[in-house]
C-alpha cells in the first residue's frame, strides 16, 4: 500500500463528496486507501456518503472528537508508506498524488511535504508553507512587520514568502489541509497531539518532523481551498481555538527558556485575540446581514460544460434566479466578466480547472472557482451550494 488519505467531516457531505471525487481521479495507478473520519454530523452525512463511494473507509464517531484526534483514529488504522490529511473543502489535481510520492521518494531526507494552496481565485495562498512560529516570528507576524516585509528572512518568515513558489524548496512548517508524511516517520514521531482540539497541530507535528532530524518541503503541485479565506473568523469559538492553540504551542516548545520573550508573546496572543474578536464584531454590527442565497443572487455566473450537464447548470441557474451567461468552450479573458467560472468536472479535469484559475492573474477582478458535480447535481462555491 503507498498511501491512506484521511478526510475528516463535519456537516459538509457535498465538499466531501466533490473532494472524494478529485481523490478518486488522482489514485489511478496508485495503490492506495481512504478513511472519512465523521465527528457526528447531522446533515446524514455517512448514509450519503457511503452509498456513492463504497471503496471509502468510513469512521463514525458519536461525538465531535476534534481534528487531532478524529485523523488519529484512521492513522493508527492506515496501511500506507505514506499518510496524506487532506480537508473536506479541498479538491486536488489529478497530477497532485503522483508527484508529491514521486518526490520523496526521490527524497528520503524528506519526513512531510506540503504543496501549493490556492484561494478561491486562484491566487497563491501563503500558508502553503510557513516557518516555526518561535516567540520572534510570532511577534513579527503579530505586530505586522511579517506583513510590512513579506520578502525579509528576518521580520517575514512566519509565511517564508522570501521562497520560490514556483519550484520544490524545504519549508519548516505544513499545512494540515494537505500534507503528506513518511509513516515510518510518524512511527518515530508521533501522531497528531490531541492537546489540540483544532488548528495548531499541524504546526506542533510538523515541527517534531524537523527536531527528529527530517526535512520538510514544498512541492509546486496545486490543490484548492476553499475556506482559506471563507472560514468564519469573527465567532469567539475560532478566535478563542486558534489563539489557544498559539499558546499551547509556545507553552510546549518553547516554555523551558527564554521567559520574558513567551511573557510578551503570551500577552499580545490574548491582546490580539481580544482586538480580532471586538473588530469582528463591530464589522457585523455595520454591515446588513444576509443569506448565503442572498448574497450569492447578486452574483454573475460563466457556466462551462458540454451537452447534458451544460443543459443541467442552466436549469439549476434558472431555478434559483442565477444571473448567467453560457461558453461551450475554455473561456478566455475576452468572455464576458463573471463572479464565478462554473466548470463541469466531467468535461474538465481538476488539474485544468485549477490551472486556468492559477494562470489568468491579469484578469481583474479575479473571478472564483465553481464547479459543477453532476453525481448529486450541485454547484460548489466557496460560499454555498447550489443544489
Not at 471525487?21 to 481512504?34: F, M, P, T, W, Y
Not at 456513492?52 to 487531532?68: D, E, K, L, M, T
Not at 525579509?152 to 494540515?176: C, T
Not at 489541509?177 to 504546526?203: H, N, P, Q, W
Request: glycine residues 6%; proline residues 4%; aromatic residues 14%.
Amino acid at each position: 500500500m503507498k498511501i491512506s488519505i484521511v478526510i475528516v467531516n463535519y456537516n459538509v457531505k457535498y465538499y466531501v463528496e466533490q473532494c472524494l471525487l478529485s481523490v478518486e481521479r488522482a489514485l489511478q495507478g496508485i495503490s492506495g486507501e481512504v478513511y472519512v473520519v465523521d465527528n457526528n454530523s447531522t446533515d446524514g452525512s455517512v448514509a450519503y456518503l457511503k452509498g456513492r463511494f463504497p471503496w471509502v473507509y468510513f469512521i463514525q464517531n458519536n461525538y465531535n472528537a476534534g481534528f487531532s484526534k478524529a485523523n488519529n483514529q484512521a492513522l493508527r488504522q492506515a496501511r500506507g508508506e505514506y499518510l496524506m490529511l487532506l480537508n473536506p473543502d479541498t479538491i486536488i489535481g489529478e497530477n497532485v498524488l503522483r508527484e508529491s510520492i514521486a518526490f520523496l521518494d526521490a527524497h528520503p531526507d524528506g519526513g512531510g511535504m506540503g504543496v501549493r494552496m490556492l484561494r478561491q481565485d486562484g491566487s497563491f495562498a501563503p500558508e502553503s508553507r510557513r516557518g516555526v512560529p518561535t516567540p520572534w516570528t510570532s511577534f513579527c507576524k503579530m505586530a505586522g512587520l511579517c506583513s510590512l516585509f513579506p520578502q525579509n528572512r528576518l521580520f517575514g518568515r512566519y509565511y517564508m514568502q522570501f521562497l520560490p513558489n514556483d519550484r520544490a524548496v524545504p519549508i519548516e512548517i505544513m499545512s494540515g489541509a494537505c500534507m503528506l508524511m513518511r509513516k515510518s516517520v510518524t512511527d518515530k514521531c508521533g501522531l497528531l497531539d490531541e492537546t489540540f482540539f483544532m488548528y495548531g497541530e499541524d504546526i506542533d507535528l510538523s515541527y517534531r518532523i524537523l527536531e527528529a532530524g527530517y526535512k520538510n518541503y514544498y512541492l509546486p503541485v496545486s490543490i484548492l481551498h476553499y475556506k482559506g479565506e471563507s472560514t468564519l473568523k469573527s465567532s469567539f469559538r475560532y478566535v478563542n481555538a486558534f489563539y489557544q492553540s498559539m499558546l499551547i504551542f509556545f507553552h510546549k516548545h518553547f516554555g523551558r527558556y527564554n521567559y520574558p520573550l513567551i511573557f510578551v508573546v503570551t500577552v499580545a496572543i490574548y491582546l490580539k485575540a481580544a482586538m480580532t474578536f471586538l473588530t469582528q464584531q463591530c464589522k457585523k454590527r455595520s454591515v446588513v446581514r444576509q443569506s448565503s442565497m442572498q448574497y450569492i443572487r447578486q452574483k454573475k455566473f460563466l457556466l462551462v460544460g458540454k451537452g447534458r450537464n451544460l443543459m443541467d447548470m442552466e436549469a439549476l441557474m434558472e431555478e434559483h434566479n442565477l444571473y448567467h451567461t453560457v461558453c461551450k468552450s475554455t473561456p478566455t479573458k475576452n468572455e464576458p466578466t463573471a463572479d464565478y467560472v462554473v466548470f463541469d468536472t466531467d468535461a474538465y479535469s481538476f488539474e485544468d480547472i485549477l490551472e486556468w484559475f492559477r494562470h489568468n492573474e491579469e484578469m481583474r477582478p479575479r473571478p472564483l472557482i465553481a464547479t459543477y458535480i453532476s453525481m448529486s447535481r450541485t454547484i460548489m462555491t466557496g460560499n454555498v451550494v447550489i443544489k
